[in-house]
């Protein structure tokens, strides 16, 4: 009689599932909020002077060559995040109770200043990118915000 032996398999259902686990949290970890001490980000100004969108500060010419492509008449300006946000794309999206601090002085790209379209008075509400804001302070060089919520 002979007995055939089959042979291991390479991988045991426990590493299988071991495998399965941890390519499942991966994808989840990329859709929950993120928190930071501070983010450095791009702050992309329309023409009219609204905020339209927040972008993760990459310095790198490649970055550089799709922003100026998809918001060519934009004004760029350096700015920073303190707290949580959610990524949308290629967009950042604070959540309420974060800050977002902008350096009109600190122009990226393009030498386009700050214009005047949106009422920047502290206390205002206005919309920044994806989400509302209140302006806590507003001076020739910075304008710092706290996001209300989540809500255009």
Do not use: C
Not at 22 to 31: E, G, K, M, R, T
Request: glycine letters at 6%.
């Amino acid at each position: 009689m002979v007995i055939l032996k089959m042979p291991r398999p390479l991988i045991g259902n426990t590493t299988f599932l071991y495998v399965l686990l941890l390519v499942s949290f991966n994808l989840l970890a990329q859709a929950q909020t993120k928190t930071t001490k501070e983010t450095k980000l791009i702050v992309i100004v329309s023409s009219d002077g609204e905020i339209t969108a927040l972008e993760l500060f990459e310095n790198d010419k490649s970055n550089r060559k799709r922003l100026l492509e998809i918001y060519p008449e934009s004004a760029y300006f350096l700015g920073t995040l303190v707290g949580r946000y959610q990524m949308n794309g290629t967009h950042v999206v604070p959540v309420p109770e974060s800050t977002v601090k902008v350096f009109k002085g600190h122009k990226l790209f393009s030498e386009k200043g700050f214009s005047k379209g949106e009422d920047f008075e502290k206390g205002n509400d206005i919309i920044l990118g994806e989400v509302r804001a209140l302006i806590l302070e507003h001076s020739k060089a910075e304008l710092i915000l706290k996001i209300t919520n989540n809500e255009n």
